[in-house]
């Protein structure tokens, strides 16, 4: 049985292999939070604006 290889001892390794599929978790949170709150200001002025409150 072979001992584990490390990243290093990888011959042609692919460098994207080494990039985490997911995302950091703050990201996405970030992400999602700027999207709701961009959706719920375009829904404001959209109803603002066909109610003629301006």
Do not use: Q
């Not at 390794?13 to 985490?20: F, K, M």
């Not at 599929?21 to 066909?50: C, K």
């Amino acid at each position: 049985m072979s001992p584990l290889k490390t990243s290093g001892d990888r011959v042609n390794a692919d460098p994207e292999d080494d990039l985490d599929p997911w995302p950091d978790p703050m990201v996405t949170a970030i992400t999602a939070l700027t999207a709701i709150l961009v959706g719920a200001l375009l829904v404001i002025l959209y109803l603002a604006s066909s109610l003629n409150l301006w």
